[in-house]
């Protein structure tokens, strides 16, 4: 079955660095676009970024851009997610994401990870 | 981009009701690309309709979704228990993809 799985969340002090990985499986991971969707703590969900199956293509939320990288490696199955620069404004739950059913980014989300939990706090 | 806002805030009702979910967007959202999902406490967003008025795989029909344009409704025919949750609205119809803030369904 699919399956996602987060990791590389914790706490980071302002203006510092954390590279997240959603790990694949369960599907042909290099077949589909990846999302990464945040949720503040008891806030809304908030889209961040999309890359294209083959890593050709990629799209940022403005809150993000030229702070967050998105990338991917087929070979590991595994989604990543660079994030610099980073404020408490990015303290969130991280969710990796895709649909099944679309290979562009404007689409609905029926397969979500877990999360992992990135705390910016000094 | 195209905003969502969802009403009620909170909804209170008891099981056996009929719950009745607004999402409103500031513009058209085209071809109906409007989805919901549901989260519970602790866990990832579940879809629960697309295009609309699409269930997804394995959801209750109970739940339905329609509307077009700026205006669309989730209802909730008869809650059970576990239908307790927080909902949202998400828009795909054009980028960035965008969620509304989330409607509370809480048991009266």
């Known amino acids: 079955q699919v399956q996602l799985v987060e990791s590389g969340g914790g706490v980071v002090q302002p203006g510092g660095s954390l590279r997240l990985s959603c790990a694949a499986s369960g599907f042909t991971f290099s077949n589909y676009g990846m999302h990464w969707v945040r949720q503040a703590p008891a806030k809304g969900l908030e889209w961040v970024s999309f890359i294209l199956y083959d890593g050709t293509y990629k799209y940022y939320a403005d809150s993000v851009r030229g702070r967050f990288t998105i990338s991917r490696d087929i070979s590991k199955n595994t989604l990543y997610l660079q994030m610099n620069s980073l404020s408490t404004e990015d303290t969130a739950v991280y969710y990796c994401?895709?649909?099944?059913?679309?290979?562009?980014?404007?689409?609905?989300?029926?397969?979500w990870g877990q999360g992992t939990l990135v705390t910016v706090s000094s | 981009e195209i905003v969502l806002t969802q009403s009620p805030g909170t909804l209170s009702l008891s099981p056996g009701e009929r719950a009745t979910l607004s999402c409103r967007a500031s513009q058209s959202v085209s071809s109906s690309f409007l989805a919901w999902y549901q989260q519970k406490p602790g866990q990832a967003p579940r879809l629960l309709i697309y295009g609309a008025s699409s269930r997804a795989t394995g959801i209750p029909d109970r739940f339905s979704g329609s509307g077009s344009g700026t205006d669309f409704t989730l209802t909730i025919s008869r809650l059970e228990p576990e239908d307790f949750a927080v909902y949202y609205c998400?828009?795909?119809?054009?980028?960035?993809?965008?969620f509304g803030q989330g409607t509370k369904l809480e048991i009266k």
């Open positions: 998400q828009q795909y119809g054009s980028s960035p993809l965008t």
């Open positions: 994401a895709f649909s099944q059913y679309c290979s562009t980014s404007s689409c609905y989300l029926d397969y």
